[in-house]
């Protein structure tokens, strides 16, 4: 795969590194493109790469293109707008790897098929570092023989890796990771915050979680954070609203009611309803700490 001509469109906290560790492990980099023109001018100057100024052009010199955007509306707009990558695309792959709805990976790869190229889902849970140094868990999605194709540099960004099956079945496995992630995030930041209240030791009430039926990967990842109020953004809050909302989605098309993935959207909407939106998903805490920002606007 590394003799490959590899460019990335959307580069953002993940595409920017992934870009950086193909680069690191030589893979033949053709070029960036973002719809921030700064971000993607810095990012080809300093990995020596082309700064694409359409999205034809980024086709035209790829074969494999990795995309990295924020929702359907921008995987719709790249895809199909005026200038879209769909253009000289016949024998391309294009691996899309932000979480967006089911329905979108299967449009697509219906619409990559007519232009004569293929698609794969490829949803990351993991984050910054992680797409840095190569250690992303991958759900793969699409033709289980493009993904073996594609195998040996999906390998070499991730740490581990699961094919879960067609077009759209990554997708729906990364929207209820995310809900249960989000679910969990929340419940956090209310137990915390009701300990503080109570007056307790708060590292102590970690340490208790940590050694109970409380305990969850969020504990460790997001507690400090919590009480420290650092909430530099790994994964956003304005995020972490899409990714439920697009669980809860699903769930009304199978006729399922959720009113733990409801109780959480609404949450994170009130963040971004506040302006705390780009805060780390970690800054749902700003809505239940007494005396912080959020829990007085409730």
Do not use: W
């Not at 899309?96 to 299967?106: E, G, Q």
């Not at 797409?131 to 793969?140: C, P, T």
């Not at 009130?270 to 005396?291: C, N």
Request: charged share 25%.
């Amino acid at each position: 795969m590394k003799d490959k001509r590899i460019s990335f469109v959307g580069l953002g906290r993940m595409g920017g590194n992934m870009a950086r560790r193909l680069k690191d492990c030589g893979y033949s980099i053709s070029g960036v493109s973002d719809i921030d023109s700064e971000l993607s001018k810095g990012l080809a100057e300093e990995l020596g790469v082309t700064d694409f100024d359409s999205l034809a052009k980024v086709t035209a010199s790829s074969d494999i293109v990795f995309t990295v955007v924020t929702n359907d509306a921008a995987m719709d707009s790249i895809f199909f707008g005026k200038d879209n990558l769909f253009s000289n695309s016949a024998g391309t792959l294009f691996i899309n790897c932000a979480t967006l709805s089911p329905d979108i990976h299967r449009k697509l790869e219906s619409a990559a098929k007519e232009n004569g190229a293929t698609t794969l889902e490829a949803c990351m849970a993991s984050s910054i570092p992680q797409a840095r140094n190569g250690e992303l868990y991958l759900m793969i999605g699409g033709d289980e023989g493009t993904f073996n194709e594609a195998r040996p540099l999906l390998d070499d960004m991730s740490k581990n890796l699961s094919y879960v099956g067609e077009a759209g079945k990554a997708a729906e496995v990364k929207a209820l990771v995310n809900m249960v992630m989000n679910i969990n995030t929340a419940a956090l930041a209310e137990g915390l915050g009701l300990g503080q209240a109570l007056g307790l030791d708060l590292g102590k009430l970690c340490e208790v979680f940590g050694q109970t039926g409380a305990n969850s990967r969020v504990l460790e990842t997001d507690a400090e954070d919590m009480l420290e109020r650092d909430h530099e953004c790994y994964f956003s809050s304005e995020h972490a609203a899409k990714d439920s909302g697009i669980a809860l989605d699903l769930a009304a098309q199978h006729s399922l009611s959720l009113p733990l993935a409801k109780a959480t959207l609404k949450q994170y909407q009130r963040m971004m309803a506040i302006g705390l939106g780009g805060y780390d998903k970690s800054g749902v805490a700003e809505l239940t700490f007494p005396g912080r920002k959020g829990s007085e606007s409730q």
